[in-house]
């Protein structure tokens, strides 16, 4: 089945870097990949998502990357504020399309 | 536009008690509903999910069980609790169709004491 790897996992930035995680997976079959954000004690929330036919996605200063042929994609997080201080989810979807598969996660620290 | 509620937010059960935790969906019809586990710390683990009435699918073989007695309703169960059955247990439900992204509940923490 489809196995998702996820690095960092924890990453600390000064207000203003730039953060990249990175997620690699194992199934050339999903097609799906969403980025998700939970704060402390909060519900994981879809920042960004991408599919299978398009390499890469902007939504201001957040932009995922898929590159299918090496099986990996990546967030990337410009001009950090403390507020995205939170821990990272990247997922992909399994073969059957009914599941997603979430990577252990990143915990990115913005300090001011 | 589409919500999702669980509850109770937060629980404290003894070992040896029984569960049930509720997750309800509005403003969709027919979602795929699904309970994860996340231990403190630590990433989310997919326990069950459904694509319809009575249809579940379980992920990891353990001493919950799952439910879908209605269209939008989602049951998470347990006979007897154990300790290693602490975490934050979280619903989501997802759209039918290509590649639509989970949405996912406020979560219901629970301890086991």
């Known amino acids: 089945g489809e196995n998702v790897e996820q690095h960092p996992s924890t990453l600390s930035v000064q207000e203003g870097d730039s953060a990249v995680i990175k997620c690699t997976y194992s199934?050339?079959?999903?097609?799906?990949f969403p980025w998700y954000k939970q704060e402390l004690g909060k519900r994981p929330q879809l920042i960004i998502d991408?599919?299978?036919?398009?390499g890469e996605k902007k939504d201001q200063r957040i932009a995922v990357t898929l590159n299918k042929t090496a099986k990996h994609f990546s967030l990337h997080i410009t001009e950090t504020q403390p507020e995205d201080s939170a821990v990272y989810f990247c997922?992909?979807?399994?073969?059957?399309?009914?599941?997603?598969?979430f990577g252990k996660g990143t915990t990115l620290s913005v300090s001011s | 536009s589409q919500t999702i509620h669980q509850w109770p937010a937060t629980l404290v059960q003894p070992v040896g008690s029984p569960l049930s935790l509720e997750c309800t969906v509005e403003?969709?019809?027919?979602?795929?509903l699904y309970w994860y586990r996340q231990a403190a710390g630590r990433g989310l683990q997919l326990l069950f999910y459904s694509v319809g009435i009575g249809q579940i699918s379980s992920e990891v073989p353990q001493n919950l069980s799952a439910s879908r007695p209605q269209d939008r309703q989602f049951i998470l169960s347990s006979k007897k609790l154990l300790l290693s059955d602490s975490g934050f247990y979280l619903c989501?439900?997802?759209?039918?169709?290509?590649?639509?992204?989970?949405?996912f509940g406020d979560g219901t923490r629970l301890s086991i004491l």
């Open positions: 997922a992909a979807s399994d073969q059957a399309g009914t599941a997603l598969i």
């Open positions: 991408i599919r299978s036919n398009v």
């Open positions: 989501a439900w997802e759209g039918k169709g290509y590649s639509q992204p989970q949405h």
């Open positions: 199934d050339s079959a999903s097609n799906y």
């Open positions: 403003g969709t019809s027919n979602p795929n």
